[in-house]
C-alpha cells in the first residue's frame, strides 16, 4: 500500500525513475480498488464510482508509467506507443517490464538509492 501512497505523493511527477516493484504494485492497488469499486456501482445500480477513480488517477497512473519507463532509459512519450492497435500494448508492456539496472540521463538507479 505504501507504493500506491507514494505515487499519489508523486501526484505529477514526471522526473525521476520508479523501481518496477513500485510501478506493478501501484497497478495492483489500482485493479483492486477499481474492481471494489466497480461491484459497488454493479450493486448500487449505478456506474459513476469506477469511472470517477480512473478519472481521479489518469495523471498519476501516467506519471508513474514515465518514471517507470525512464528506469529502462526510455522517455515518457513511449507510452503512447500504446495507441497503435494490438502490437502497441505488447510492445509497452514488455519496456515495463524490462530492469533498468545503470545510472542513466533520468537519474541514478532507485535500486542503489
Excluded: C
Excluded at 489500482?30 to 474492481?35: D, K, M, Q, R
Excluded at 445500480?45 to 526510455?74: E, K, Y
Excluded at 519496456?95 to 532507485?110: A, H, I, K, Q, S
Amino acid at each position: 500500500m505504501e507504493y500506491f501512497i507514494g505515487a499519489l505523493k508523486k501526484y505529477a511527477d514526471f522526473t525521476g525513475r520508479a523501481r518496477r516493484k513500485e510501478y506493478w504494485m501501484f497497478v495492483l492497488f489500482y485493479l483492486i480498488f477499481y474492481v471494489v469499486l466497480t461491484a459497488i456501482d454493479a450493486a448500487m445500480g449505478t456506474f459513476f464510482l469506477a469511472g470517477l477513480f480512473s478519472l481521479a488517477l489518469f495523471v498519476p497512473t501516467i506519471s508513474i508509467a514515465a518514471r517507470r519507463l525512464h528506469d529502462t532509459g526510455r522517455s515518457g512519450w513511449w507510452q503512447l506507443v500504446a495507441l497503435i492497435p494490438i502490437l502497441g500494448g505488447i510492445v509497452l508492456l514488455v519496456f515495463l517490464v524490462l530492469d533498468g539496472n545503470e545510472e542513466n540521463e533520468y537519474g541514478e538507479n532507485p535500486k542503489l538509492a
